[in-house]
């Protein structure tokens, strides 16, 4: 039982994809009576199963999860309003005296559900509806471009294939700009620096995964081979004719490349190879930007582990 002068504890997983989070997260929560609070922006839209590596409707009747599968393919969530969402699930999982357990790799995401978002400038459906024309036109690098000239730090944490996310970059570069004088223009980056509301009532325990390089690649190989060969290809053709490409979640990793198949600008062997390799170039930003998060207790191997599960279990016993 949590001490009763001592704020309860959020339980942290994080980790590049195909570490083995959900296996941890999944392994703390039946351990300690746990519920699991998702935070992987793809893993929130519905009709995304193959593709997203969500735990199996075995695993969801077995411990509680939240904010899976609560988005519409035509929508956009933006770190706020996750954020939003989360804190509130939080605080219901708080009054049930239950142990939340963070589990997903979308960093931008944890980020803004712990340490807050900064008061940036209200959305403009005008220019974004600008943005997204160009993005068509010109293709996603030409954006990222633009946003390297606005803010070279956000465009180095945002990859150029998040056409939201370089969207709501560029927005806040360009509706914050003071219009008597351009060099007056405020960053995304300067503004996540000032005015946030850091998450309160809790203690936080971050555990990471960090297995070996090797092992992770070939980790995330396998992972995509089976996507495929489950039908991811299927999936998104199915997405595709309910939604058409306007829908979010084909821009993600795995369904771009289905798409690209679909399209018939590549065979299936090299939809594969393509969807292996940026998910390979995906976990390596994901290190990079975990690796900046404060106070990770970090796990040598995968979630998966046994061995891993225990020296996680019992750094969380620990701390309850």
Not at 32 to 58: H, Q, W
Not at 91 to 112: C, D, F, N, W
Not at 184 to 209: K, N, V
Not at 284 to 293: A, H, S
Request: with cysteine.
């Amino acid at each position: 039982m949590q001490k009763l002068e001592r704020e309860p504890l959020v339980v942290v997983v994080l980790g590049p994809t195909a570490s083995g989070k959900t296996a941890l997260a999944l392994a703390i929560a039946r351990r300690f009576g746990g519920e699991i609070v998702n935070c992987d922006s793809v893993a929130m839209y519905r009709e995304l199963e193959i593709g997203t590596a969500k735990p199996s409707a075995a695993e969801r009747a077995e411990v509680p999860h939240h904010l899976l599968d609560c988005v519409d393919p035509l929508a956009d969530v933006s770190a706020g309003e996750y954020a939003r969402q989360a804190r509130l699930v939080l605080q219901e999982i708080k009054q049930r005296e239950h142990l939340p357990i963070v589990s997903g790799g979308t960093g931008l995401y944890l980020r803004a559900l712990i340490e807050g978002l900064f008061p940036g400038p209200r959305r403009s459906e005008e220019l974004r509806n600008k943005l997204r024309g160009r993005a068509e036109k010109r293709g996603t690098e030409h954006l990222h471009r633009l946003l390297r000239r606005l803010d070279a730090s956000a465009a180095s944490r945002i990859h150029a294939n998040d056409v939201p996310k370089v969207i709501r970059a560029i927005e806040v570069c360009l509706a914050s700009r003071q219009p008597s004088r351009r060099a007056s223009r405020i960053t995304m980056t300067e503004l996540w620096q000032q005015g946030r509301e850091a998450l309160q009532g809790f203690r936080i325990l971050r555990l990471g995964l960090n297995p070996e390089r090797e092992t992770l690649y070939s980790r995330i190989n396998q992972r995509a081979a089976k996507m495929f060969d489950e039908g991811l290809i299927a999936e998104t053709e199915s997405l595709l004719a309910k939604y058409g490409e306007q829908a979010r979640p084909l821009a993600s990793l795995g369904y771009k490349q289905a798409l690209q198949f679909l399209r018939g600008e590549i065979d299936r062997e090299s939809a594969l190879a393509a969807a292996q390799q940026a998910h390979r170039n995906y976990a390596k930003r994901q290190i990079t930007w975990f690796r900046q998060e404060p106070d990770v207790r970090w796990l040598a191997g995968s979630g998966d582990e046994t061995a891993i599960q225990a020296e996680g279990m019992a750094v969380v016993e620990r701390e309850i």
